[in-house]
């Protein structure tokens, strides 16, 4: 699947958390880079948004996955109004990147949404001869998966 040009938008629009944990127990060989839960437990619309990676280190790459906070805001209790996901950064041949973008309030006073932080998944040194499967699953279902 071509990964180019294919952004995806998730509305949310709920007060989430924003983590790194595994909450799909079942699945052990994966690194989380940014996990978005719904806080109040609802089962309408947005649940939850969980961007990861198979958690295979091959022979001279190197696997980088966290998030980025472009504003201070409380992890445990903030408003997200938008996912924007699939997009790819090519810094060189052996650099490729592809993130996540995280809109919305950093605190309850803010009159309009922005971004506020950022999801990443990089293979910093990729040879060129292996690739790593990106997870980015909604709602308990994997709704994307390619090659990086």
């Keep these: 699947m071509n990964m180019k040009n294919k952004k995806r938008t998730i509305k949310v629009n709920k007060i989430c958390e924003i983590n790194q944990d ?3 127990l079942s699945v052990e060989n994966r690194r989380i880079a ?3 839960v719904q806080k109040v437990k609802d089962e309408k619309g947005f649940i939850n948004y969980c961007l990861a990676v198979d958690d295979e280190q091959i022979c001279c790459e190197e696997i980088s996955v966290g ?3 472009f504003v ?3 992890e445990n ?3 997200i109004s938008k996912i924007v996901s699939n997009i790819i950064e090519e810094e060189s041949y052996h650099s490729l990147s592809y993130i996540c973008k995280i809109y919305g309030k ?3 006073t803010d009159f309009f949404n922005k971004l506020i932080a950022i999801g990443f998944v990089n293979n910093t040194a990729n040879a060129g001869w ?3 499967t990106i997870y980015e699953c909604e709602n308990g279902k994997i709704v994307y998966e390619s090659e990086l």
């Design 22 to 24: 595994n909450i799909a």
């Design 106 to 108: 950093a605190k309850k």
């Design 34 to 36: 940014i996990n978005v």
């Design 72 to 74: 201070d805001f409380d």
């Design 77 to 79: 209790n903030v408003y």
């Design 67 to 69: 998030y980025r906070k």
């Design 130 to 132: 292996y690739s790593h």
